[in-house]
């Protein structure tokens, strides 16, 4: 079975493909040359997949497109089709997560944005509306900005449940809803936050990525603004997971479908030195939950070793056995087809890579 890998970029969207169980890829593009492409998602929820790219021009500004031919076409709106109301007082900086939601809502897409809001599409990511609830919560105007924007970049429908949908934010930290995006909770006890006066506030994290794990839908790993965690109540609590990591300090947390407890990070030596440690490049593999991690780099760049991997630059697909992957601030994207054990150039020199996303299609 074909596996497409959609990689954005700081100058448009890339695509590869493989028809030889990712042995050897043929790269397509740039689709929407000279946009910031931050968000991407394979919806294969309907016979044929369709793709959703979120991209930003300095010139039009944001928008989002889709294509139900697996990049050979996109279609984008004539109207923008992510816009704040005019009653909000807020414009769309730019798209930065776009997620379909389970299988018994085939129609709905959620996008998370700068400014730091939701959006729900009930036509298939065509058209989107803002989520009222999350807007007008009292902590917002108290929510900040990280170094790269003030977003929702994670979002997180429960597979089992369309009114649970988990979100998070720089800065702010993880909230949750369980009535469909009425009402919202923050659920960051136990994410640190030591840069502020209260180092273990309510709200105010600076949370870079949260993702579920593949076996237990309450199970969720975040990769903070320092710190590596778990929760196993859906949110609610936290607790470090970063012990036999080189550095708790990193973006992109990735979980493995098909392998519950199985999950990958990228670490960086600190927020003031954002490079690898050591300037080796590794991705860490925990197979037990974050009791225990594996540095893995065969097939990776020698050091010394400089760029850094963004929070959406690293994914995984639904292949078996499940296929990593991940993109560098230098260009470079790079493939693993056994789960990390051994990896291989997949393109270099392309743009600033900032998200990456794949799937057997």
């Not at 919560?137 to 009114?163: N, S």
């Not at 809803?177 to 502020?196: K, S, V």
């Not at 097939?299 to 963004?310: D, K, Q, T, W």
Request: with cysteine; hydrophobic share 35%; proline share 9%.
């Amino acid at each position: 079975m074909p596996t497409l890998l959609a990689i954005g970029t700081g100058k448009g969207l890339f695509l590869a493909t493989s028809t030889d169980d990712r042995r050897n890829w043929q790269v397509s593009g740039p689709h929407f040359p000279m946009t910031g492409v931050y968000a991407v998602a394979i919806d294969k929820r309907r016979p044929t997949p369709r793709l959703l790219a979120g991209m930003t021009s300095s010139h039009f500004g944001p928008s989002v497109a889709t294509s139900d031919d697996l990049g050979a076409s996109w279609q984008e709106p004539a109207q923008p089709p992510v816009a704040f109301p005019a009653d909000s007082g807020a414009s769309l900086d730019r798209v930065w997560q776009l997620t379909p939601a389970g299988p018994d809502q085939p129609d709905v897409v959620w996008a998370g944005t700068q400014p730091s809001a939701l959006f729900r599409s009930d036509d298939g990511g065509v058209s989107y509306q803002l989520v009222r609830g999350l807007w007008d919560h009292p902590h917002r105007e108290q929510w900040g900005a990280g170094f790269g924007g003030q977003a929702v970049h994670t979002v997180l429908p429960h597979p089992g449940d369309a009114d649970r949908v988990v979100v998070a934010m720089s800065t702010g930290g993880v909230y949750r809803t369980d009535d469909g995006g009425q009402t919202w909770a923050p659920g960051n006890t136990g994410i640190r936050a030591y840069f502020l006066p209260d180092e273990w506030p309510e709200f105010g994290q600076c949370v870079h990525k949260v993702v579920r794990d593949a076996g237990d839908p309450e199970r969720l790993y975040a990769q903070n603004h320092h710190g590596v965690y778990r929760s196993d109540d859906g949110g609610h609590t936290w607790a470090s997971i970063a012990e036999g990591l080189p550095s708790d300090f990193g973006f992109p947390i990735v979980s493995l479908p098909g392998r519950p407890g199985t999950v990958f990070t990228f670490p960086l030596a600190a927020d003031s030195e954002r490079w690898p440690v050591g300037h080796h490049c590794r991705v860490y593999r925990s197979a037990d939950a974050g009791q225990s991690w594996q540095p893995l780099s065969t097939g990776l760049p020698e050091a010394p070793f400089y760029p850094s991997v963004l929070r959406d630059a690293m994914c995984a697909d639904d292949a078996e056995p499940g296929g990593v992957y991940l993109g560098t601030r230098s260009g470079e994207v790079y493939a693993s087809r056994d789960e990390g054990e051994s990896w291989a150039l997949v393109a270099a020199h392309l743009p600033d890579v900032l998200c990456v996303r794949a799937a057997e299609v």
